[in-house]
């Protein structure tokens, strides 16, 4: 059986959202980062990044949230999470998700984890200022030339809009506001609307 390792508030509401979708058996670990558990030795075996998500399969451990969506969409072709059988299309998706994992999730974290680039408190102050901005832009980027909607691929549903649903939820977060993006806003409720986000949304909300 998979075991998904991700925590709230993360990138890997995502990977549990794909599998939901797939439906997949999978235990599903929450980890309290408030108490360190992911730099523990017993998580530190499974992933040494210290980072979630992770997910455990009968082959090993995937990491990195492109690898476990393209993972979930692989193993369970029945679900028609990504266009498998037309290599261009699919390798869209990969850039897609690519575009949000290399740099629109850092210029989000750049707010929250600047710790993870500099000591000095004038550079985390200036990097708290700036990383909204950066975000804003990354998410106009989608708005105008990326989502091509109703999803992210056009008509066929995919692992790309979990993946965006995740990122757009932390706009408001971070102080952004949706006016600007209508796009990314309507795509935002209509996922919502799906089972399986209702679904994963209400095991996180009874913990």
């Given amino acids: 059986m998979l075991k998904l390792f ?18 997949a058996t999978c235990e599903v670990i929450r980890m309290n980062f408030r108490d360190n558990a992911q730099r523990q030795p017993d998580f530190l075996a499974i992933n040494p990044k210290s980072r979630v998500p992770a997910l455990v399969c009968d082959h090993g451990v995937i990491t990195e949230a492109p690898a476990i969506l393209g993972y979930v969409a692989q193993t369970f072709p029945e679900a028609r999470l990504a266009p498998l059988d037309d290599a261009f299309a699919m390798a869209q998706v990969q850039a897609f998700n690519s575009y949000l994992c290399s740099w629109v999730h850092p210029a989000a974290a750049h707010r929250h984890r600047g710790y993870r680039w500099a000591d000095d408190p004038v550079a985390l102050e200036d ?4 990383a909204p901005e950066v975000f804003a832009a990354a998410m106009g980027l989608i708005e105008s030339a990326y989502l091509r909607g109703p999803w992210v691929m056009g008509e066929a549903y995919s692992i790309c809009d979990a993946y965006l649903y995740v990122v757009s939820s932390w706009l408001p977060r971070d102080g952004i506001d949706m006016a600007p ?13 799906r089972a399986a986000v209702k679904t994963v949304l209400g095991r996180v909300a009874a913990g």
């Fill in 127 to 130: 990097m708290a200022r700036k």
């Fill in 181 to 193: 993006f209508p796009i990314i806003s309507e795509h935002f409720a209509r996922m919502g609307e």
């Fill in 6 to 23: 991700t925590a709230t508030g993360t990138i890997g509401l995502a990977c549990e959202i794909a599998l939901e979708e797939a439906g």
